[in-house]
């Protein structure tokens, strides 16, 4: 490292909890540093993705004799730690790495929470990050495919990103802010195997719901009603123009209530990939490529940011129910289970007042929110649901014929406006 900067030198503190409970006084780890930036992380186990060059570094208790190693790092108590008479920097441990946030979300009861989150996309990765950043200990990630340079003008990875797995990129990103974090993860199509997708949702505290096809969705929504889990559906419409998020509560409206209503056409979203946009039918596939250039609408990340930010808001309070923390106020405003937002004046927002304008609602760049009727005769959830004649519910297939007979009118956002003050 250069002498010529004061270095700055970084240790775990869980890994240096262990060391110090463990009968060895002495043992070698790895220095990893940031070249030309005289900055290294000292470990005692490798890293499974490495960065900068690398040293070996010997960790040893008062009175023990070092090893021969290029960073000799002397130990005397968790809290005094130096190289050469320099402090070392700890990296919190796991009870302490959340503390500021001790008062506002009680970290505790959100490190033993377990978060499922099917879609990695612009959505679901920006939602996995700041769940992790709230201090929730367990994840289990579901996506089949891979970071391509059209997702980085939108997404959280980047061009050292290019090819890898998403599950792979945000497990990286999750334990970037949450070292301590479980992740397990499944880089398959889980509407292939419904199966696993039903004991993943049956052992899940809150399902997220960040996908890019209905199908997906369908299938969610009906093993979210059936094992009675929480779930949290949330999308962009065209371009990113506005978006709107569900929260399914059990023993209240489902997803498929919501498809039933005319607030909602869940074939007005926007399109943002031509591979996963053929495979679901939202571009037919005797459409060629270049063709399909013409479907495919993308927004900016800023005016997804919005849209995620309800999300993780939504389900840290879920989270959090039950417990004493500065956020269980927002249990007394989230109590609809539909909200939409509008980015811009265009489209289906044509007609919605100017933010600037307090007179006229509804407004862009506000969230509104609306509660949907659970349906007696919804085909999941409702009292009259359809049996087949051995008593199982119908398929999925049987009922996504249903819908397709509903003809959905466009997208029809309530009336929101209100009287003008003077009336």
Not at 53 to 59: A, L, M, R
Not at 168 to 186: H, Q, R, S
Not at 247 to 257: K, W
Request: glycine share 8%; with cysteine.
């Amino acid at each position: 490292m250069d002498c010529k900067q004061s270095p700055q030198y970084y240790v775990d503190g869980e890994e240096l909890k262990e060391f110090l409970s463990s009968d060895a006084t002495q043992t070698d780890g790895i220095a990893y540093e940031w070249e030309g930036e005289n900055v290294a992380h000292l470990r005692f186990m490798p890293l499974r993705h490495a960065f900068g060059k690398t040293h070996k570094v010997s960790f040893a208790k008062a009175g023990a004799k070092h090893s021969d190693a290029v960073l000799k790092v002397d130990v005397h108590s968790p809290e005094d730690i130096e190289i050469d008479g320099k402090a070392v920097s700890l990296i919190p441990a796991k009870e302490n790495l959340y503390k500021r946030a001790k008062g506002l979300l009680e970290v505790g009861t959100l490190a033993d929470k377990r978060v499922l989150i099917i879609g990695l996309g612009s959505g679901g990765a920006p939602v996995a990050v700041e769940l992790a950043k709230a201090g929730v200990g367990h994840f289990v990630l579901v996506d089949f495919d891979r970071v391509e340079l059209h997702n980085l003008s939108r997404h959280i990875c980047d061009v050292n990103d290019l090819g890898r797995l998403k599950t792979d990129a945000i497990e990286d990103a999750i334990l970037g802010k949450n070292p301590y974090a479980e992740v397990i993860k499944y880089p398959i199509d889980m509407n292939e195997d419904i199966e696993l997708l039903n004991s993943e949702i049956e052992k899940a505290d809150i399902v997220m719901v960040c996908t890019d096809n209905n199908k997906s969705r369908y299938n969610t929504s009906e093993l979210l009603v059936k094992n009675k889990t929480v779930g949290i559906f949330g999308r962009a419409v065209t371009r990113a123009e506005g978006g709107d998020v569900f929260i399914y509560r059990p023993g209240n409206a489902c997803y498929f209530c919501l498809l039933g209503s005319d607030w909602f056409n869940p074939e007005d979203e926007e399109i943002t990939n031509y591979e996963s946009a053929k495979r679901s039918g939202q571009i037919p596939a005797y459409v060629s490529e270049a063709d399909a250039e013409a479907f495919v609408q993308v927004g900016l990340s800023s005016d997804i940011e919005p849209i995620t930010n309800m999300m993780v808001k939504l389900a840290l309070v879920e989270l959090s129910r039950g417990t004493e923390s500065g956020i269980n106020s927002l249990e007394d405003e989230f109590t609809q289970n539909y909200y939409m937002w509008a980015n811009r004046r265009e489209h289906h927002y044509i007609n919605w007042g100017k933010f600037n304008n307090r007179d006229r609602m509804p407004t862009i760049m506000k969230w509104y929110g609306v509660d949907i009727n659970k349906e007696d005769n919804c085909h999941v959830c409702g009292e009259a649901q359809l049996l087949t004649e051995t008593g199982e519910t119908r398929k999925l297939d049987d009922r996504m014929g249903d819908l397709a007979k509903l003809n959905l009118s466009d997208l029809n956002l309530p009336n929101l406006d209100l009287p003008d003050s003077e009336q």
